[in-house]
């Protein structure tokens, strides 16, 4: 059983910074797969980012390359997605999931995910 939670949501003004975290607990293994969903209102649950839980590999959506990091802190034991340069358009609840196993062709599928936390609230004003 793999537990996550995340928190660093809150609010800021379009071009700002925020750095959401995911604290996975339970048994997480080198080859899961830790990614970031979100969900604006009214719209479907949409792929943000992947990172393999044991190492560096990544996958972003297109609409938030190079503005958008995913990481793993080994003092921290977390996931974290640092977002730059915020839209109003990335207002959306942010969830953090697990899946068994990383794979960049199944990772912008939420069916492949097993875990989900219970999200933390990311709103972009103008």
């Known amino acids: 059983q793999v537990r996550l939670v995340e928190s660093g949501g809150g609010l800021v003004q379009a071009g700002g910074s925020l750095r959401l975290s995911c604290a996975p607990s339970?048994?997480?293994?080198?080859?899961?797969?830790i990614s970031w969903f979100r969900q604006a209102p009214g719209k479907e649950r949409e792929f943000v980012a992947s990172?393999?839980?044991?190492?560096?590999?990544?996958v972003y959506r297109d609409s938030v390359k190079g503005r958008f990091t995913i990481s793993r802190d080994n003092a921290k034991n977390t996931v974290d997605l640092q977002m730059n340069s915020l839209k109003p358009e990335d207002t959306a609840v942010y969830y953090c999931?697990?899946?068994?196993?990383?794979?960049?062709?199944?990772?912008?599928?939420?069916?492949?995910?097993?875990?989900w936390g219970q999200g933390t609230t990311v709103t972009v004003s103008w």
């Open positions: 339970g048994r997480i293994l080198s080859r899961n797969g």
């Open positions: 999931a697990a899946n068994l196993v990383f794979d960049s062709r199944t990772a912008p599928v939420a069916k492949a995910y097993a875990y």
């Open positions: 990172i393999m839980w044991g190492g560096d590999s990544t």
